[in-house]
């Protein structure tokens, strides 16, 4: 993923940046993308070991945690791998045509997997909000048959956003531009109504204290279950943002590439360490997942002592 865009000569403009940058930079910035791919892929598969044993998460919603860790898993796979390769082979003066493909590689699957992550997490933000709106009926309502057709339509809509690359790199960009703007749109819709209902359910609750004392013990379990999911997700959303606005902003000072040197590398990297930073609040926001892995871990190690 050396850069979302640009459509030519591009060997031209990575050189005209790494030409001139320092090989310490370089190599510092190839050994933490190494490291930050093991650690991604590493990362998000014990994630989805340890989902496989929570139990207390409503299936469709995990399978939405799923998916997140599989495409982060894939950005440790694959995306990292090349764009690591990517740098060091322009730093060796590796064969142009060699370059080229593993560039076009990188764009287009970097494009494909962070647009899918970007409706992904938007549609668990969705989920959340129909879970809060439909109660009871939700469960009959979001079943996992409709929930896999919903991830099969996001992973082909992020795959068309890459390959369209290939084609037309200005209709791939107003795609994605498009993807960004209505999911941002949406999820702030979806939380700020999510906030809105939660406190007219509180104020509810309080104003009914004495007449539904029967549900005092079931109502702040369930909400407190609920606002804890809420939260991880909001989390994840808002580390993905965190990630993504440092290389935005350096992409709209310098499109061309060809003022700045260091900032690219680092933002690059920056976008590639929320993958890895994950399964880190995966952990710090859902008890059930922290615990599940530590046993996950604990297995693994018992298995290497026998």
Request: overall charge positive; hydrophobic content about 50%; proline content about 3%.
């Amino acid at each position: 993923m050396a850069s979302f865009t640009g459509d030519g000569n591009f060997t031209g403009k990575l050189n005209r940046v790494f030409d001139t940058t320092p090989t310490g930079i370089v190599d510092f910035f190839s050994a933490l993308n190494i490291f930050l791919s093991i650690t991604a892929s590493l990362g998000n598969a014990l994630i989805l070991i340890a989902l496989q044993k929570v139990s207390s998460i409503y299936p469709p919603t995990k399978l939405c945690f799923r998916c997140l860790a599989v495409n982060d898993i894939c950005v440790g796979l694959f995306v990292q791998p090349l764009y690591t390769i990517n740098i060091i082979s322009l730093v060796t003066k590796m064969n142009e045509t060699v370059v080229h493909y593993i560039y076009e590689a990188c764009r287009v699957s970097s494009v494909c997997l962070y647009a899918i992550s970007v409706l992904k997490l938007t549609a668990i933000s969705v989920n959340r909000l129909v879970a809060l709106l439909l109660g009871q009926r939700y469960r009959h309502v979001v079943t996992l048959r409709r929930v896999r057709a919903v991830i099969i339509c996001i992973w082909l809509i992020g795959a068309s956003a890459g390959l369209i690359r290939l084609w037309r790199v200005d209709i791939s960009l107003h795609e994605v531009a498009v993807i960004v703007t209505l999911s941002l749109a949406i999820s702030i819709i979806c939380y700020t109504s999510i906030h809105l209902k939660l406190r007219h359910q509180q104020a509810h609750v309080q104003n009914h204290f004495r007449q539904r004392q029967a549900d005092v013990g079931r109502i702040p379990l369930n909400t407190a279950r609920y606002k804890k999911i809420v939260s991880s997700i909001l989390w994840v959303k808002l580390a993905f943002v965190a990630c993504f606005v440092p290389f935005v902003v350096v992409a709209v000072l310098d499109p061309d590439r060809i003022k700045v040197e260091g900032p690219w590398l680092a933002t690059i990297t920056l976008v590639y360490f929320n993958s890895s930073l994950n399964p880190i609040l995966y952990c710090w926001k859902i008890k059930e997942i922290k615990q599940s892995v530590k046993d996950t871990i604990k297995n693994l190690n018992c298995f290497q002592k026998i």
